[in-house]
T-cell receptor, first 115, second 112 residues
Framework: DTEVTQTPKHLVMGMTNKKSLKCEQHMGHRAMYWYKQKAKKPPELMFVYSYEKLSINESVPSRFSPECPNSSLLNLHLHALQPEDSALYLC??????????????FGPGTRLTVL | QQPVQSPQAVILREGEDAVINCSSSKALYSVHWYRQKHGEAPVFLMILLKGGEQKGHEKISASFNEKKQQSSLYLTASQLSYSGTYFCGTEMRASGTYKYIFGTGTRLKVLA
């Protein structure tokens, strides 16, 4: 099974809401990633977890809060977002981080709209 | 700091070849290539490590010139399924810091 699943597929939220994005993989990977992708732009790395510990935070605003409860699950908690945070949020996983020859497997993404 | 890809867009007929370049101003540890179709997640194609490595995947191959900080993706005898946006993902490791940055992207369309 080489699948990364993400829920929900679509999310619309107001600027005062609190919501969470969920990502799951069952490939035994120990590295998981969050990316943000605006329309017609490349993905931008937000966070990397390695062995359930936060390894990389690319200076992401605190209104985005990642959480890795176990090696298969990655959450992204959202609070007080701005309309410019509307984007496709992609989760990915790889065997280890940083790896030598690791493939990153991407989930289908959550399309987030902030009103 | 974002690697620049060229061309920005290209249109091919089925069976034609294409080359997509990825150029960085920073030293690269490795380069990954992805294809992303509209509305879908990026799909990993291949990874190249420093050392002038060249890899192949069916009719798609790539090279990495570490000294020039450049990588090229070669698509031969293109098929309709090759249509999409191609990104290079560049890995930079220096002095204990780590960066992973995608290139600007190349939109490729293959026509029948």
């Amino acid at each position: 099974d080489t699948e990364v699943t993400q829920t929900p597929k679509h999310l619309v939220m107001g600027m005062t809401n609190k919501k969470s994005l969920k990502c799951e993989q069952h490939m035994g990977h120990r590295a998981m990633y969050w990316y943000k992708q605006k329309a017609k732009k490349p993905p931008e790395l937000m966070f990397v977890y390695s062995y359930e510990k936060l390894s990389i935070n690319e200076s992401v605003p605190s209104r985005f809060s990642p959480e890795c409860p176990n090696s298969s699950l990655l959450n992204l908690h959202l609070h007080a977002l701005q309309p410019e945070d509307s984007a496709l949020y992609l989760c990915a996983s790889s065997q280890v981080f940083p790896g030598q020859t690791d493939t990153q497997y991407f989930g289908p993404g959550t399309r987030l709209t902030v009103l | 700091q974002q690697p620049v890809q060229s061309p920005q867009a290209v249109i091919l007929r089925e069976g034609e070849d294409a080359v997509i370049n990825c150029s960085s101003s920073k030293a690269l540890y490795s380069v990954h290539w992805y294809r992303q179709k509209h509305g879908e997640a990026p799909v990993f194609l291949m990874i190249l490590l420093k050392g002038g490595e060249q890899k192949g995947h069916e009719k798609i191959s790539a090279s990495f010139n570490e000294k020039k900080q450049q990588s090229s993706l070669y698509l031969t005898a293109s098929q309709l399924s090759y249509s999409g946006t191609y990104f290079c993902g560049t890995e930079m490791r220096a002095s204990g810091t780590y960066k992973y940055i995608f290139g600007t992207g190349t939109r490729l369309k293959v026509l029948a």
